[in-house]
């Protein structure tokens, strides 16, 4: 398994980022995938999820009707579009597979500063 998490950078508040995950080394359309995100001093947390089949979502509270992960499983990519993000999104964003044991990519750093 190989998730390789690309699109961080430092955005101004109320900015706009995507972030990717390519997924490799297992069957992508059979697995839900997830971002999590951790920042400094705290745990990592999930940010949200999408099923194996791409029809349900699931979302943090704290990003609700800002974030957006979509799917195609004909690419075996996962996105996250972020929407006027917040200082306190400031993280670094992992994806995530789970089989038996959770599966990470090495993530990517998100800052946003003005």
């Known amino acids: 398994v190989q998730l390789v998490e690309s699109g961080g950078g430092l955005v101004q508040p109320g900015g706009s980022l995507r972030l990717s995950c390519a997924a490799s080394?297992?069957?992508?359309?059979?697995?839900?995938m997830s971002w999590y995100r951790q920042a400094p001093g705290k745990e990592r947390e999930l940010v949200a999820r999408i099923r194996s089949a791409g029809g349900s979502t699931d979302y943090a509270d704290s990003v609700k009707g800002r974030f957006t992960i979509s799917r195609d499983n004909t690419k075996n990519t996962v996105w996250l579009q972020m929407n006027s993000l917040k200082p306190e999104d400031t993280a670094v964003y992992y994806c995530n597979m789970h089989f038996f044991r959770d599966y990470w990519g090495q993530g990517t750093q998100v800052t946003v500063s003005s």
């Open positions: 080394g297992f069957t992508f359309s059979s697995y839900d």
